[in-house]
C-alpha cells in the first residue's frame, strides 16, 4: 500500500429501481461493470425503490391476466421481452421471460434490501433476487423466495422471514417511491450521481461513464 497515493475520488451514486424491471436489471449491470472498471473510484451505491405496480395484489397476478392488461395481449409482450433478452446477452444476463407464471409485488424484496443493508454491501442481493426472477422464473413476492436468496448471500434465513412476517419499512418504500416521482422520475433505472447529476434508462457503459466523468469534474 502506498500511503502516499492520493485519496480515491468518492461518489455517490443513488440507483433508483424495481425488482421486476427488466431494463432495471440492465442497466444495473451495466453500471456495476463500468463502476468495476475504474478501481480509481470509490463509489458508495445507494439503493432506493420504485414500485412500477403499486397497486399489484400482495400475492401477486397470473402473469397472462398482467400481459393482457398492460401490453394488450402476449404477442406485443414477446417482441419486446425479445428485444430485452437480446440486449441482455451482450451483459451476461439469460432473460427467461418464459419461465415467469406470476407477476409478484416487488414491496417485500424491497423491504429485504432495507433490512440487509446494515449488514453490507447490497449489489450482491440486488444481483441473486434479479437472477431468480428474471432468470429462474422464481416468484420473488414469496417470502420463503426472499428469505432462501438472503440465505444464499450468507444473511441469516429465520431472521429474514420473521422481518418479512411484519409491516416494517412498509410505509419506508412507499414513502421513498413518492419522493422519486416528487423528483420528477417517472421511469426506471435512474442513476443520481451526487446528489446533481441524474440520468435514466438502462444506458450503454459509454453514456455512464461520461456521467461519471462530469460528476468529477463538478464535484
Known sequence: ???????????????????????????????LRVLAERPDLHAELLWRPFLLNPDIAPGGVPRQDWLTRKFGGEERARRL??????????????????????????LDGHRLLRWAAPQGPLDGLV??????????????????????????????????????????????????????????INGVPCFLVDGQHAIAGAQEGEVLQRLIEVALTTS
Open 81 to 106: 421481452h425479445g428485444t430485452i433478452a437480446e440486449l441482455g446477452q451482450a451483459e451476461g444476463i439469460a432473460f427467461r421471460f418464459e419461465l415467469m407464471r406470476r407477476i409478484p409485488s416487488s
Open 1 to 31: 500500500m502506498n500511503v502516499l497515493a492520493p485519496p480515491r475520488p468518492r461518489l455517490s451514486v443513488e440507483i433508483v429501481f424495481d425488482l421486476v424491471c427488466p431494463w432495471c436489471y440492465l442497466g444495473v449491470r451495466r453500471l
Open 127 to 184: 444481483e441473486r433476487i434479479f437472477q431468480a426472477y428474471f432468470s429462474e422464473g422464481q416468484d420473488i413476492g414469496q417470502h420463503s423466495v426472499l428469505a432462501a436468496l438472503a440465505a444464499a448471500e450468507g444473511l441469516d434465513p429465520v431472521e429474514a422471514r420473521q422481518f418479512l412476517a411484519s409491516p416494517a419499512e412498509t410505509e419506508w418504500v412507499h414513502l421513498e417511491n413518492l419522493r422519486a416521482h416528487r423528483l420528477g
